[in-house]
């Protein structure tokens, strides 16, 4: 079972709408958590590290969140625009090991 | 389920030597990504390649190559290694032509330099 889930696995929204990604994760200890922005066939494109301590954090229109004491962590997208079209992914950080979701593919409609 | 294959798990090398990590997708994907991590780092996006072609070229070194081969496999290739080459470097797998952008990791090869 993999230690780091992202749900949904696919999301269609329509411009301008706003959603939300989740993760929950199962790793422990538990170092930081980030979430990156991959347009398919590119690499991945940071958007926020959260630690233990933080429980939000944002960049632009990007928002996460993070509740260490039920292991969730969101991703909110506002006024979503087409170049948000990607895949994004939740990389839990244990020491020097990461685990990776498997990525929600979002894709956003005019 | 198969997943992502990648070898050796682990290498230890010296300075100035060469090294081969390689990456074996799941069945039928045709997309492969690499990733250096190093220690306390943020995974750096190193290069990728669809259907055998590379598709994006990020920090990949000048001394490192890397290559799909027919059968989807990948290998990375480096040379004149140095001790700042040490780090985990992790592969992807996805399948372009299903379009969920879902991504399977492999477990990493951790490579030291000496």
């Known amino acids: 079972k993999n230690q780091v889930e992202q749900s949904p696995q696919s999301l269609i929204i329509l411009e301008g709408k706003n959603c939300t990604l989740q993760?929950?994760?199962?790793?422990?200890?538990?170092?930081?958590l980030r979430w990156y922005k991959q347009d398919t066939g590119r690499g991945p494109v940071s958007l926020t590290i959260?630690?233990?301590?933080?429980n939000t954090k944002s960049n632009g229109r990007y928002t996460a969140t993070l509740d260490a004491d039920t292991k969730q962590s969101s991703l909110h997208i506002t006024a979503s625009q087409l170049s948000d079209s990607a895949s994004y992914i939740c990389?839990?950080?244990?020491?020097?090991?990461?685990?990776f979701g498997a990525g929600t593919r979002l894709t956003v409609k005019p | 389920a198969a997943g992502v294959i990648q070898s050796p798990r682990h290498l230890i090398k010296e300075k100035r030597e060469t090294a081969t990590l390689k990456c074996y997708p799941i069945?039928?994907?045709?997309?492969v990504y690499w990733y250096q991590q190093g220690p306390g780092q943020d995974p750096q996006f190193l290069i990728s390649?669809?259907?055998?072609?590379?598709?994006d070229k990020g920090s990949i070194p000048d001394r490192f190559s890397a290559q799909q081969f027919s059968d989807y496999h990948s290998e990375l290739n480096m040379s004149s290694l140095e001790l700042g080459d040490s780090a985990l470097y992790f592969c992807?797998?996805?399948?372009?032509?299903?379009?969920?952008?879902?991504?399977?990791f492999g477990e990493g090869s951790r490579l030291t330099v000496l």
């Open positions: 992807a797998s996805s399948l372009m032509a299903a379009n969920t952008g879902e991504l399977f």
């Open positions: 993760c929950n994760y199962t790793v422990s200890p538990f170092s930081n």
């Open positions: 959260m630690t233990f301590s933080e």
């Open positions: 990389v839990v950080s244990q020491n020097n090991d990461m685990r």
């Open positions: 069945p039928r994907h045709d997309t």
């Open positions: 390649f669809y259907e055998k072609m590379q598709s």
